[in-house]
Antibody, heavy 116, light 110 residues
Framework: QITLKESGPTLVKPTQTLTLTCTFSGFSLSTSGVGVGWIRQPPGKALEWLALIYWDDDKRYSPSLKSRLTITKDTSKNQVVLTMTNMDPVDTATYYC????????WGQGTLVTVSS | QSALTQPASVSGSPGQSITISCTGTSSDVGSYNLVSWYQQHPGKAPKLMIYEGSKRPSGVSNRFSGSKSGNTASLTISGLQAEDEADYYCCSYAGSSLWVFGGGTKLTVL
């Protein structure tokens, strides 16, 4: 059974760096073909793909946010970490992590509010 | 990499069929058979309904089907039920291991 859960701060100030952790179970990120992605959703708005990391440590980023994002993995801890620098109120959103390239399993999401 | 285009809303009566379109470009939807569809109820995480254009995950009703023609993918829901009322999002591979979502469609069951 695959499960994922996001964790991190619920409130960050403008210009700060956001660090989110996705802790998962039921699969290994050392298995060929496996990936974990991050997707966000501002309140009342659409989903937006942010980043994806593969089993071989290949990393991909949304072109519009690439300069601000870093995705890493800790295979021994079954975790994927996303950092986003220079946070702005427009980055207020629910952040989800999801399994695979079809995003077949999702975490419950974590709402991050950017406000001073 | 621009968001895929979906109608803002669609509606249908119970028992009817509806189709939601998802229009991209020759760089994403048109080039790959890697469109997925997600159902999202209010306050919930998205749920995968269709992947690789037309495949249904285990447990998803066969009332849901996917197809593609050119740069446009479509999700059809037949035998509409009240529980189908939700937001629906498409997502396509856009090459170079990049992904793009649609703007979402609100389905109302009348």
């Amino acid at each position: 059974q695959i499960t994922l859960k996001e964790s991190g701060p619920t409130l960050v100030k403008p210009t700060q760096t956001l660090t989110l952790t996705c802790t998962f179970s039921g699969f290994s990120l050392s298995t060929s073909g496996v990936g974990v992605g991050w997707i966000r959703q501002p309140p009342g708005k659409a989903l937006e793909w942010l980043a994806l990391i593969y089993w071989d440590d290949d990393k991909r980023y949304s072109p519009s946010l690439k300069s601000r994002l870093t995705i890493t993995k800790d295979t021994s801890k079954n975790q994927v970490v996303l950092t986003m620098t220079n946070m702005d109120p427009v980055d207020t959103a629910t952040y989800y992590c999801a399994h695979g390239t079809s995003f077949d399993y999702w975490g419950q999401g974590t709402l991050v509010t950017v406000s001073s | 990499q621009s968001a895929l285009t979906q109608p803002a809303s669609v509606s249908g009566s119970p028992g009817q069929s509806i189709t939601i379109s998802c229009t991209g470009t020759s760089s994403d939807v048109g080039s790959y058979n890697l469109v997925s569809w997600y159902q999202q109820h209010p306050g919930k995480a998205p749920k995968l309904m269709i992947y690789e254009g037309s495949k249904r995950p285990s447990g998803v009703s066969n009332r849901f089907s996917g197809s593609k023609s050119g740069n446009t993918a479509s999700l059809t829901i037949s035998g509409l039920q009240a529980e189908d009322e939700a937001d629906y999002y498409c997502c396509s591979y856009a090459g170079s291991s990049l992904w793009v979502f649609g703007g979402g469609t609100k389905l109302t069951v009348l």
